[in-house]
């Protein structure tokens, strides 16, 4: 401190009075602060290291020697104080800037009006018979039932329904979606650390599919939110076709972002009440943007002007779209940017206003009107209406954020309390069941689940019988649209999932048809592919195909299954590893990897001339990907699994990459169905703990549902549900008159060479004339080369 503040001789930090260290820190002491506290601090991993760590800071603010037993040696540094709380604001300078701690400090002080409101339930409150914890997870088992039977009803009622929307509004719903996705500036990996504003622009006009030049302006890094905490991340782009300015706001991704979402109180706004966080993110907003904003609409406006076609000009359109947090400033910033506060720019009347808002925060909730007149008031509704006019949400399965407000959460732990002081179990029953209830015997945890939710329910019906509950001390809050579509879906759907039943699972060890999948042979319609063994390693030879929703793995053709994982609609992704390819895939299913030459380099390190062989412990081509599976609960559930497999050419590894394709997307034409549109008023009134309610909630996810709900617009695939039974795989089997995809015509054969084994076969010959070869004869004997091959090593 003494370093830090040379002027205040004090022994203490209360002289700070809040204010960062860095904030008072001189130029020369500036470097060597931060070279003792902030790369120190990352080196923390327990509290022996953490007690080394304050002693070379004593040591270095000028306190050579450090007295006392454990939890006594912070007195030498900060005398007459509690060190735990001297060790907090230590720490809390050395992380946080001023304005983060000021932010900070706000968001603490909302929460714990709540905690004491919600949770302890004031003064008078009974206390808790057992740990919130557990009535917390007895509610989450009885809400994903619920979740689960009204997910499936609604996909039954829909399933011979069109979707709400006309092509044309479904094309714009995923567009917008997708300019939402890029100021992520991510899919999958995260985003390279100290990555440019270049950088970050280059992969966010590359998720949207346009050139940088159409990003105008942008802020994407998150190094000016230390000192504007509330001032979220965008991008601005000019669509000169459309006539349109486009502004994207990035959802949570940063402390900083989820302080802005913290804090929760309402305070007054436009005639109402608004969230109290994601207000001030909106005026930072548009400090920061209102230039830009401004200056790129004139130029459409100017060019607009200058066209002289005798066909009707389009009107010019400011489009504002947002995800999760970015929805929630969105909503808030259209009625600013509609509303001539203190004189300040606003958008003219003749352009049109629009907002695409994707998993939209309840942020607003109207006033009662007092029935007199008031021009203030009036202006203020009309910026409200003019917002609502042209904004439309949308909000997939059970999402939790359109769904969390300060009032629905004090709902919630009212119905912990009815559980807690109505449903008589011990602690150590709970537990057992709770444990029976997520285990892996799918008998026993249904019976579990069946049995948890009717307790709950009876415990809830048991309260409402008694006295009335206490009215909420919280404003109910609703999205700021004019409409909004809830999607439903089963994200562990495949091709085979029938809407409405509950018997399906794609995780468990009966597939869709309810048969063994291992008791299966493998299907004459597949290819050879290279897959690693998970244990030692190893690429093997192995035939695929895809049959049932299902990718399946065999050691030859009509052999048993070895390995299958379901292909399902929202938790399967491909990583290609090696060299990218060609073709346009969907980019929420098939992802290139972040590093894609280092594959391809490490085989070219190895030679060309490597023959192909039937086991090898390197990746035997360039042609590398995963198939990975996310963990989604619910039903059909489906567990966490990867292949990484591995093709023999481009030609199969691109053949088999588009059936591949074609299953996830007959997945998500079964799973996905759009409902009427709702009122925001009449939606999310209640916070629900279902499965998936935090996964779902993924802008990809989005995506996903959304270009199924534009497929089903397009065509008549629309009313139908991917047809069952084996899915031949094309080009990959034999025609006449194409070449065998193990080898390419004209080009010679790569070797391997395989560790652990001498093996060194010489098939290159007789592949290379059975390549020429064309017809079911021919795959015969590549076959038999194979099956030969393979086993010679051990004779």
């Known amino acids: 401190a003494q370093v830090a503040c040379p002027a205040a001789r004090c022994d203490d930090l209360s002289c700070c009075h809040g204010v960062s260290i860095q904030s008072m820190a001189t130029e020369d002491c500036e470097s060597d602060i931060e070279m003792a506290s902030f790369s120190s601090l990352k080196k923390v991993r327990s509290a022996p290291d953490l007690e080394n760590l304050v002693k070379s800071l004593a040591v ?32 809390k300078d050395m992380a946080l800037t001023r304005e983060q701690q000021a932010v900070l400090d706000r968001a603490i002080n909302c929460n714990k009006r709540f905690w004491n409101l919600a949770v302890q339930g004031g003064e008078d409150a009974p206390p808790w018979s057992r740990h919130v914890v557990l009535n917390m997870a007895l509610l989450r088992v009885n809400h994903s039932i619920r979740a689960r039977d009204f997910c499936h009803r609604a996909l039954a009622n829909c399933c011979s329904t069109p979707p709400p929307l006309s092509k044309n509004a479904a094309a714009d719903a995923l567009r917008y979606c997708r300019w939402m996705a890029a100021s992520y500036c991510t899919r999958r990996d995260p985003l390279p650390p100290k990555s440019s504003e270049a950088e970050l622009v280059a992969r966010a006009a590359a998720i949207a599919d346009v050139p940088t030049t159409a990003i105008v302006a942008s802020e994407l890094t998150d190094s000016s939110q230390a000192k504007n905490p509330l001032c979220p991340r965008f991008l601005i782009a000019l669509d ?15 402390f900083s972002d989820v302080l802005a979402d913290l804090i929760g109180d309402t305070i007054p706004f436009a005639g109402g009440f608004a969230h109290s966080g994601m207000l001030d993110a909106a005026r930072s907003l548009r400090d920061r943007c209102e230039e830009s904003l401004r200056l790129a609409l004139q130029q459409l406006l100017d060019q607009r002007e200058k066209l002289t076609s005798s066909g009707p000009r389009k009107r010019p359109r400011v489009v504002l779209t947002g995800h999760s947090l970015g929805a929630g400033v969105a909503q808030l910033l259209a009625i600013l940017l509609r509303s001539n506060d203190r004189g300040r720019w606003c958008i003219p009347q003749e352009v049109k206003l629009a907002m695409f808002l994707y998993a939209p925060p309840p942020v607003y909730s109207r006033a009662v009107s007092t029935g007199l007149p008031n021009s203030r008031g009036n202006s203020e509704r009309d910026a409200v209406e003019s917002a609502m006019e042209g904004a439309v949400g949308f909000a997939l399965n059970f999402d939790i954020i359109p769904r969390t407000s300060l009032h629905n959460g004090y709902n919630l732990f009212q119905q912990a309390r009815a559980v807690d002081a109505h449903l008589q179990w011990r602690k150590r029953d709970i537990a057992h069941r709770l444990r029976e209830s997520s285990g892996a015997h799918r008998g026993i945890a249904k019976t579990a689940q069946e049995t948890i939710d009717r307790a709950v329910r009876s415990a809830i019906a048991d309260a409402a019988k008694g006295a009335p509950a206490r009215p909420n001390p919280f404003k109910r809050q609703h999205a700021l649209a004019g409409w909004l579509y809830p999607i439903v879906g089963v994200a562990g759907g495949t091709s085979e999932f029938v809407p409405g039943s509950s018997s399906t699972s794609s995780s468990g060890s009966l597939d869709s048809t ?34 049932a929703g299902r990718l399946c793995i065999a050691h030859q053709r009509g052999t048993p299954i070895t390995r299958s994982m379901p292909l399902t609609a929202g938790a399967t992704t491909v990583l290609l590893r090696g060299a990218g390819s060609s073709l346009a895939y969907p980019a929420t299913i098939v992802v290139p990897s972040s590093s894609p030459d280092a594959v391809a380099d490490s085989f070219a390190a190895e030679g060309e001339g490597r023959m192909l062989a039937v086991k090898s412990m390197s990746p035997p081509t360039v042609w590398t990907f995963d198939v990975e599976n996310a963990a989604v609960g619910g039903e059909p559930g489906v567990e966490a699994c990867r292949l990484f497999l591995c093709a023999e050419s481009e030609a199969s590894r691109d053949e088999f990459l588009a059936e591949l394709v074609a299953s996830v997307e007959a997945a998500r034409l079964a799973s996905y169905r759009m409902q009427a549109a709702i009122e925001p008023e009449a939606f999310g009134t209640e916070a629900l703990l279902a499965d998936g309610c935090v996964d779902d909630h993924s802008i990809f996810r989005y995506e996903a549902a959304l270009e199924a709900i534009l497929e089903m617009t397009s065509g008549p695939r629309s009313a139908g549900v991917a047809s069952s039974g084996p899915r031949p795989l094309g080009t990959l089997t034999a025609q006449a008159g194409a070449p065998a995809t193990t080898v390419q015509r004209g080009q010679p054969l790569p070797a391997i060479k395989s560790k652990g084994t001498s093996m060194r076969v010489r098939e290159e010959c007789t592949v290379a004339a059975l390549a020429t070869q064309t017809g079911p004869a021919a795959l015969q004997a590549r076959d038999w080369v194979r099956l030969i091959l393979q086993w010679l090593p051990c004779v």
């Open 60 to 91: 270095h603010f000028g306190r050579k020697q450090l007295i006392g037993q454990p939890f006594w040696w912070l007195d030498a540094v900060f005398p007459a104080h509690d060190p735990r709380v001297q060790l907090r604001r230590l720490v």
């Open 240 to 254: 000169e076709e459309r006539c349109e300015v486009i502004l994207s706001v990035r959802g949570t991704a940063s």
């Open 514 to 547: 309810g048969e063994n999948p291992s008791a299966r042979s493998a299907n004459s319609s597949g290819c050879w592919l290279y897959k690693r063994s998970d244990h030692l390693r190893a690429w093997r030879r192995r035939y695929a195909w895809i049959e």
